[in-house]
């Protein structure tokens, strides 16, 4: 048993258990205090009254999340002390609570209202630090009359705010902004919370593109101040707070002031959190570039895309909500100790899957937080068990569906198996939830589903696509079995000179007589060997028979479909290394030169070198992740016909006639020396590569 597998269960465990805890009751012998509202009072003011946070008070009191109300009697935890703070003026504002819809803004939802969005954020602080996303609840101050601070004059390098135009009053009216260098309309629009098409219609004239110096309109909101250099955004990156660190470790580290920090990050002042991102100066040790310009970093490496760069297109930075499905079996790993976790684990292949592909997943939202992506990830385990057949174990699906909510979801990566997929995909068609099969290529086509396996037509399509401009003046020879007597037809009819081996039956399985093949060889011609089965002992005779005549003969052998007999250790990749075997796979061989860093980060998280399926987990989710970023949604961003390429694989989304999305980007493979796996070009027509 590999450690690694039980290093990785025990990832899962304890992730769903902190899943699991915070929604969960406190402990029985926990004491309690109350607290009743007064006319006024605000779930923020009791916050800070008691030195909680808000969601201190929500844990015990659900119902607080929509409203409180005076006279409600607020549940809280004995550790709780009333602080001497005076309450904030006009406490008796009263709110609308407001749901946000896609595309609208914090700028939006100012003009409708007719407030300002500072006084929106004054009762929503999360919105100092974070960014508006559809279905976010928010309180809307209605009769709020509160002074918003004067904008501030910048000066320096010739960009930012007039202050000749900046209201002292912090009314809705427009002020002037002189674009910089190296600005885009998406920098500028999510300086000020609003979208690109909101920041062309103030300026109309900005629509043929921007010039450095050109003065345009932008809403009149507060910005940081004393210092050009906080709205360009070049000169900060972003740190998440690690265990131990203190507010005084972080200003002897950015060497900055208290006011700086808190200045940049607003949230700070309610206290330093483990895993907070912080905004601070550029070029610290440990910070996260929130650019996608720096050369060398893991996601540029792995995000090499053949027809366009994601990162360099990237639009929406709304934070992702992403389902997870798989067959973790937590009931039973938690169950059972974890020294029986060894047994539970080698008897299930499934999870063993799910295990490696979840740590993949892990990497991959690291690296698109690097990239600014924020991700909401709801892991769900399906419960599967072999045992309990196709229809018990989709029902535990449907019961997992029903019971959650799943309005706002971006995507659902999974369920794993098929007839799991299947139901799921059937059941979140009407709410238009896309899902992607992870691994299975499998399954039912609906509009909502994405295959990113290929099918095996596909594979041989590919195959057969690269041979057909290529095979004038080669002398083709075919060889196939009785279970693919139907691509043995379509070859012949694509190739009518080919020759056909005849492949004889015995009791022991197919075979070839010793002069089967080599009676077929040209002395004078290529020979090209296209060789469909999945027996071991057939392609080890036939690998075997064609290695010998290699000092006389050029032959090449293909296959329209690669099964899993040429993993076998009977079949010897000599051979083939030496016949220039090449197969379609819907992924490649990744190198460690050219993706050191992935590999490096993997190895140090979990002490191991990622597997395929991990790889797989990190290639799907950071693509989702990426695409999710780019468009709209997951349907427009496949409609693009953006084809991305990473660490073993890639994705081009076709859409079928029928419904649905399929992947058909499909890698072309050879054997080449020293036994690497080689990617085929595809482009020259007139060459096959050997």
């Given at each position: 048993?590999?450690?690694?597998?039980?290093?990785?269960?025990?990832?899962?465990?304890?992730?769903?258990?902190?899943?699991?805890?915070?929604?969960?009751?406190?402990?029985?012998?926990?004491?309690?205090?109350?607290?009743?509202?007064?006319?006024?009072?605000?779930?923020?003011?009791?916050?800070?009254?008691?030195?909680?946070?808000?969601?201190?008070?929500?844990?015990?009191?659900?119902?607080?999340?929509?409203?409180?109300?005076?006279?409600?009697?607020?549940?809280?935890?004995?550790?709780?002390?009333?602080?001497?703070?005076?309450?904030?003026?006009?406490?008796?504002?009263?709110?609308?609570?407001?749901?946000?819809?896609?595309?609208?803004?914090?700028?939006?939802?100012?003009?409708?209202?007719?407030?300002?969005?500072?006084?929106?954020?004054?009762?929503?602080?999360?919105?100092?630090?974070?960014?508006?996303?559809?279905?976010?609840?928010?309180?809307?101050?209605?009769?709020?009359?509160?002074?918003?601070?004067?904008?501030?004059?910048?000066?320096?390098?010739?960009?930012?705010?007039?202050?000749?135009?900046?209201?002292?009053?912090?009314?809705?009216?427009?002020?002037?902004?002189?674009?910089?260098?190296?600005?885009?309309?998406?920098?500028?629009?999510?300086?000020?919370?609003?979208?690109?098409?909101e920041l062309e219609t103030m300026n109309p004239e900005m629509k043929d593109g921007l010039k450095v110096g050109q003065t345009i309109k932008v809403p009149n909101t507060t910005v940081e101040k004393n210092d050009t250099a906080v709205i360009n955004e070049e000169v900060y990156a972003f740190y998440e707070v690690k265990k131990g660190n203190t507010i005084y470790s972080l200003l002897k580290e950015f060497n900055i002031s208290a006011d700086k920090l808190v200045e940049l990050n607003p949230t700070v002042g309610d206290g330093l959190k483990e895993g907070m991102i912080l905004k601070v100066p550029k070029g610290v040790s440990g910070t996260i570039s929130n650019t996608t310009a720096d050369a060398g970093t893991t996601i540029e490496m792995a995000a090499n895309t053949t027809k366009g760069s994601l990162l360099d297109s990237l639009s929406d930075y709304s934070t992702k909500k992403v389902v997870l499905m798989l067959p973790f079996g937590v009931n039973r790993t938690t169950a059972d100790s974890l020294a029986n976790a060894e047994d539970v684990i080698k008897s299930d292949r499934a999870l063993r899957i799910s295990l490696d592909f979840y740590s993949g997943v892990l990497v991959a939202l690291d690296h698109a937080k690097q990239q600014g992506i924020s991700t909401d990830l709801q892991v769900y385990d399906t419960e599967y068990v072999r045992g309990d057949g196709p229809a018990t174990n989709a029902?535990?699906?449907?019961?997992?569906?029903?019971?959650?909510?799943?309005?706002?979801?971006?995507?659902?990566?999974?369920?794993?198996?098929?007839?799991?997929?299947?139901?799921?995909?059937?059941?979140?068609?009407?709410?238009?939830?896309?899902?992607?099969?992870?691994?299975?290529?499998?399954?039912?086509?609906?509009?909502?589903?994405?295959?990113?396996?290929?099918?095996?037509?596909?594979?041989?399509?590919?195959?057969?696509?690269?041979?057909?401009?290529?095979?004038?003046?080669?002398?083709?020879?075919?060889?196939?079995?009785?279970?693919?007597?139907?691509?043995?037809?379509?070859?012949?009819?694509?190739?009518?000179?080919?020759?056909?081996?005849?492949?004889?039956?015995?009791?022991?399985?197919?075979?070839?007589?010793?002069?089967?093949?080599?009676?077929?060889?040209?002395?004078?011609?290529?020979?090209?060997?296209?060789?469909?089965?999945?027996?071991?002992?057939?392609?080890?005779?036939?690998?075997?028979?064609?290695?010998?005549?290699?000092?006389?003969?050029?032959?090449?052998?293909?296959?329209?479909?690669?099964?899993?007999?040429?993993?076998?250790?009977?079949?010897?990749?000599?051979?083939?290394?030496?016949?220039?075997?090449?197969?379609?796979?819907?992924?490649?061989?990744?190198?460690?030169?050219?993706?050191?860093?992935?590999?490096?980060?993997?190895?140090?998280?979990?002490?191991?070198?990622?597997?395929?399926?991990?790889?797989?987990?990190?290639?799907?989710?950071?693509?989702?992740?990426?695409?999710?970023?780019?468009?709209?949604?997951?349907?427009?961003?496949?409609?693009?016909?953006?084809?991305?390429?990473?660490?073993?694989?890639?994705?081009?989304?076709?859409?079928?006639?029928?419904?649905?999305?399929?992947?058909?980007?499909?890698?072309?493979?050879?054997?080449?020396?020293?036994?690497?796996?080689?990617?085929?070009?595809?482009?020259?027509?007139?060459?096959?590569?050997?």
């Amino acid at each position: 048993m590999k450690l690694k597998h039980l290093f990785l269960v025990c990832i899962c465990v304890v992730s769903f258990a902190f899943a699991k805890a915070e929604s969960a009751t406190p402990a029985f012998f926990q004491e309690f205090i109350s607290h009743q509202v007064a006319k006024g009072e605000t779930l923020y003011s009791i916050a800070r009254k008691y030195k909680l946070t808000e969601k201190d008070i929500i844990k015990l009191n659900p119902d607080a999340k929509e409203r409180v109300y005076e006279g409600l009697v607020l549940i809280l935890p004995e550790s709780a002390t009333a602080s001497k703070e005076t309450a904030t003026p006009q406490e008796d504002v009263r709110f609308k609570t407001h749901k946000v819809r896609r595309k609208e803004t914090l700028y939006s939802i100012s003009k409708k209202y007719n407030v300002t969005q500072d006084a929106i954020k004054k009762y929503n602080k999360r919105l100092y630090s974070e960014t508006l996303r559809k279905g976010d609840k928010i309180r809307i101050p209605l009769n709020y009359v509160g002074v918003v601070e004067e904008k501030v004059t910048i000066t320096n390098t010739g960009g930012g705010i007039s202050q000749e135009e900046a209201p002292k009053d912090g009314g809705a009216a427009f002020v002037s902004y002189t674009v910089k260098a190296k600005e885009t309309k998406y920098g500028i629009a999510r300086l000020y919370g609003i979208t690109i098409a909101e920041l062309e219609t103030m300026n109309p004239e900005m629509k043929d593109g921007l010039k450095v110096g050109q003065t345009i309109k932008v809403p009149n909101t507060t910005v940081e101040k004393n210092d050009t250099a906080v709205i360009n955004e070049e000169v900060y990156a972003f740190y998440e707070v690690k265990k131990g660190n203190t507010i005084y470790s972080l200003l002897k580290e950015f060497n900055i002031s208290a006011d700086k920090l808190v200045e940049l990050n607003p949230t700070v002042g309610d206290g330093l959190k483990e895993g907070m991102i912080l905004k601070v100066p550029k070029g610290v040790s440990g910070t996260i570039s929130n650019t996608t310009a720096d050369a060398g970093t893991t996601i540029e490496m792995a995000a090499n895309t053949t027809k366009g760069s994601l990162l360099d297109s990237l639009s929406d930075y709304s934070t992702k909500k992403v389902v997870l499905m798989l067959p973790f079996g937590v009931n039973r790993t938690t169950a059972d100790s974890l020294a029986n976790a060894e047994d539970v684990i080698k008897s299930d292949r499934a999870l063993r899957i799910s295990l490696d592909f979840y740590s993949g997943v892990l990497v991959a939202l690291d690296h698109a937080k690097q990239q600014g992506i924020s991700t909401d990830l709801q892991v769900y385990d399906t419960e599967y068990v072999r045992g309990d057949g196709p229809a018990t174990n989709a029902r535990k699906v449907e019961r997992l569906i029903s019971s959650n909510d799943f309005s706002g979801v971006d995507v659902v990566i999974g369920p794993l198996l098929a007839s799991n997929f299947n139901r799921a995909s059937t059941l979140l068609a009407r709410q238009r939830v896309p899902l992607i099969s992870p691994i299975t290529q499998r399954v039912d086509f609906r509009s909502n589903v994405f295959q990113s396996r290929p099918s095996e037509a596909q594979l041989r399509e590919v195959m057969i696509d690269y041979l057909k401009p290529r095979a004038a003046g080669k002398n083709i020879i075919i060889i196939a079995d009785k279970k693919n007597g139907k691509v043995k037809t379509k070859l012949q009819s694509l190739f009518p000179s080919a020759k056909v081996v005849t492949i004889r039956e015995g009791d022991n399985g197919p075979y070839l007589g010793q002069y089967d093949v080599t009676d077929k060889i040209s002395e004078f011609q290529e020979n090209w060997i296209i060789l469909e089965t999945n027996d071991v002992p057939l392609i080890s005779s036939v690998t075997t028979k064609l290695t010998t005549l290699l000092t006389t003969r050029k032959v090449t052998l293909f296959t329209t479909y690669k099964g899993t007999a040429y993993d076998s250790d009977a079949i010897q990749h000599m051979d083939l290394m030496h016949l220039h075997f090449h197969y379609p796979s819907m992924n490649k061989e990744y190198t460690y030169s050219a993706t050191k860093e992935f590999v490096d980060t993997y190895e140090d998280r979990y002490d191991i070198t990622p597997s395929k399926e991990a790889i797989r987990g990190y290639d799907i989710m950071y693509d989702t992740l990426l695409r999710l970023a780019f468009a709209e949604n997951l349907y427009d961003a496949a409609k693009s016909g953006i084809e991305t390429n990473y660490i073993e694989n890639k994705f081009r989304y076709d859409q079928k006639s029928s419904g649905g999305f399929y992947n058909n980007a499909i890698y072309l493979i050879k054997y080449s020396e020293g036994l690497m796996l080689e990617e085929v070009s595809r482009e020259n027509p007139e060459e096959v590569e050997d």
